[in-house]
């Protein structure tokens, strides 16, 4: 007499059918319960617009920035301490500079005042950035740093996600500076 | 030998069983389909109406933008835009609305189109008090009649920008019988000629359109007049020609609002919201109760740093003489401005009266502008 | 003669009941996930809708005639706020919380803080949502302009909202 196997095979079937099914759901499920990064809640660019935006027009007052020959003024980072460091930036850092804030040449002072400034907001809101400074002197060459770039956390390279403030001109007697803020965390 | 007949029995039990059995699972999963497509239905205009609160938002915050966005989805859909009681209303005919008591909002009653095209204009009076929001559509013909030099500056102004789409339907006409109406939803006649008057024929371009679609606005000299077409002839909506307030000059806000606001009530009921704001802002830039002459606020923060500084202040004369001391000064204009924007509040007719002490604040502030902290 | 009772349609019915069986089962295994599924949505939607409404008062704050940098009639300076009406802007904004601003802002807190050259800070908006659940903070660079000084001053704009 023969023992048909058959409806055991049926069996085995359906059970590895069900697993199968089963093992699927709970792949699936993974990806359904896990939670997603909160998302930065405001645009990247803008931030860097903004922040650039500020810098420059931030009115140095502090008292021992006196301009040579000219008396007490209250210079703006873009338009009066840039301008200098652009007209002085073979000087320095030691030369001669016509803005002597806290007693530094204008190049040293604002590089440390950018940072100061930058590390107080976008630093302490732990984000990372790059800011830079160029300058194209008139004779129309390749743009140069002005200073050292301001780094955060290693900066933004170009292969990082990063956003920017887009280039703030700065039309001076040496040429052409230009500044760029990256964010890219 | 008889032969069972179980196994055939089995077999109809079995489609019987299977008939049974697929027609509830059928049922069941057409039932989750149907309520899952009201639910999702329900939740695309939702989704629009929250997403037009957003564009909204943006569009209306900042000036001078022009938007466009894409209601091609909800292309069945109708669009309404009321007002009342100084709360506006916007949302989908029949689905979700969102009120909103702050942005005036100035728009056909009803829009159904695939895109909607979106302009903010700041309104000052005569410092900027709030972005106005003008919504339209392609379908949305504006027909501009008369020389009036408004006129070019509308129609530069409302230029199509191919690369936002933004696009309103425009064109001038000498004369009404010139007009084609197409194949649009709804027209406004924008009249600086005064051809259209109560009782008159409506041109015969329109005359087998739905009374509701067809609308215009008559703008004589500072004052606008709203009629709908009823039957065969113009009806003159408001009962008191309704003044434009503003200071003037180029993009004047509250005149194009006129234009673009669907009838009489949405713009006086946007204007009031307008008005309501122009009281909070007196009151940050001259004090809570400058109404009672009394300073405050930013007025109040630049006469202090004048009485702390006496040295700039007598190299300046004028500038505390503008602010407090003069016949015409700042703080009894402001004080003036505040009063009339509180009886404006509770009497519309008495709105008219802000335009003179706009101008007076506007001329002040020039002054001191030469030489002066400014009040804006 | 013995008849031989044959139990294949028992096998049969039993074999059905059990793939029934296990159908509703994987049925109801696909409605806890969907449901699992749905609360995860939704509560995402929500934490959406709460970085939405962050980024709308963070807008308005930055362009509100009670703050911006007036230049006359001229377009008003961006990101720039005028620091002798945030001195002042408060009281107003308080004394119509309720009846107006709250419209604006919903339950949220928005500070200025200025950095440079004096730190301090100014609360623009206060309306604290009780036992909130969640909060969002957003923060924008601005220049703080002091006319009575002629400078430009470095601050932030600190929005956070409850939900």
């Known amino acids: 007499m023969t023992i048909s196997k058959k409806a055991q095979m049926e069996m085995v079937g359906l059970v590895v059918i069900v697993i199968l099914i089963t093992l699927g759901m709970l792949f699936m499920a993974q990806f359904a319960f896990k939670d997603r990064p909160e998302k930065k809640i405001f645009t990247r660019k803008g931030l860097a ?33 840039l301008e200098d460091c652009a007209a002085n930036k073979d000087t320095g850092p030691f030369g001669y500079s016509q803005y002597r804030c806290q007693g530094q040449h204008s190049c040293v002072f604002v590089r440390e005042h950018i940072s100061e400034l930058l590390n107080s907001t976008l630093g302490s809101w732990n984000k990372r950035y790059q800011w830079d400074t160029h300058i194209i002197d008139i004779h129309g060459v390749e743009p140069e740093p002005l200073f050292e770039p301001i780094l955060s956390k290693g900066g933004c390279p170009k292969t990082r996600d990063r956003d920017s403030s887009e280039l703030f001109f700065l039309q001076t007697e040496a040429g052409l500076v230009q500044s760029v803020l990256y964010v890219c965390d | 030998m008889m032969n069972s007949k179980q196994g055939q029995l089995e077999i109809s039990f079995n489609w019987i069983y299977i008939m049974i059995a697929g027609v509830v699972i059928l049922l069941f999963f057409t039932g989750i389909i149907v309520r899952q497509k009201v639910a999702s239905e329900q939740q695309l205009s939702t989704d629009v109406v929250r997403i037009m609160e957003s564009i909204f938002t943006a569009a209306g915050v900042s000036e001078k933008t022009k938007n466009s966005i894409d209601t091609s989805g909800i292309t069945d859909y109708t669009l309404t835009f009321t007002c009342e009681n100084g709360v506006g209303e916007y949302g989908v005919k029949d689905g979700s609305r969102v009120q909103n008591a702050i942005e005036p909002v100035f728009a056909p009653l009803e829009l159904q189109s695939s895109r909607l095209s979106l302009w903010s204009l700041p309104y000052k009076l005569p410092f900027k008090v709030i972005d106005f ?102 009806k003159k909506l408001n ?66 740093y004048y009485e702390h500084h006496p040295d700039i202040a007598s190299r300046r004369p004028d500038c505390l003489g503008h602010i407090q001391v003069y016949p015409q000064n700042m703080v009894s204009t402001l004080a003036s401005h505040q009063n009339k924007v509180a009886a404006c509040l509770l009497q519309p007719s008495f709105c008219v009266d802000l335009i003179s002490s706009a101008a007076q604040l506007k001329e002040l502030n020039e002054n001191l502008r030469v030489d002066c902290i400014t009040l804006y | 003669m013995v008849t031989k009772i044959s139990r294949k349609g028992q096998v049969q019915l039993s074999e059905t009941i059990a793939v029934l069986f296990i159908f509703f089962v994987l049925i109801v295994f696909g409605i806890i996930f969907y449901y699992k599924y749905q609360q995860v949505a939704i509560k995402q939607q929500s934490e959406e809708l709460l970085a939405a409404r962050a980024m709308d008062t963070t807008l308005r704050i930055l362009f509100l ?84 000084l002629g400078s430009y001053g470095y601050g932030y704009v600190k929005v956070e909202v409850y939900s």
């Open chain 1, 49 to 81: 617009y903004s922040t650039v935006s500020a810098i420059m027009k931030t009115t140095v007052t502090d008292s021992s920035c006196v301009q040579e020959f000219v008396g007490d003024t209250a210079p703006q980072v873009g338009k009066d301490i």
């Open chain 2, 133 to 234: 929001l003008f919504i339209t559509s392609e379908n949305t013909k504006y027909f501009l009649l008369g020389n009036d030099q408004f006129i070019t500056e509308f129609l530069n102004e409302t230029a199509a920008d191919d690369k936002i789409r933004f696009h309103i339907n425009t064109q001038h006409l000498s004369t009404l019988d010139d007009m084609a109406v197409g194949n649009n939803f709804q027209i406004r006649v924008v009249d600086f000629s005064a051809a259209i008057t109560d009782g008159r024929a409506v041109p015969s371009a329109v005359k087998d359109m739905d009374d509701d679609r067809v609308t215009a606005v008559v703008f004589t000299t500072d004052n606008v007049d709203y009629y709908q077409k009823q039957g065969m002839v113009w």
């Open chain 2, 239 to 304: 009962r008191a020609p309704i003044p434009i307030i503003s200071v003037g000059g180029e993009r004047d806000a509250a005149k194009y609002a006129a234009i673009f606001a669907g009838n009489d009530q949405i713009y006086q009921c946007n204007m009031q919201k307008a008005f309501y704001r122009l009281k909070l802002l007196n009151e940050v830039y001259g004090g809570a109760a400058i109404n009672t002459g009394q300073v405050g606020g930013k007025l109040q923060e630049i006469i202090s």
């Open chain 3, 65 to 148: 005639p009670e703050l911006f940098c007036s230049q006359g009639d001229a377009e008003p300076e961006d990101n720039c706020i005028d620091v002798l009406k945030l001195r002042q802007v408060n009281e107003t904004i308080q004394k119509h919380l309720e009846d107006y601003y709250f419209d604006l802002f919903s339950y949220s807190t928005v500070t200025v803080a200025q950095l440079y050259p004096v730190p301090r800070t100014f609360v623009v908006y206060d309306k604290l949502k009780l036992e909130y659940t969640k909060r969002e903070s957003t923060y924008f660079v601005v220049s703080v302009r002091d006319d009575t």
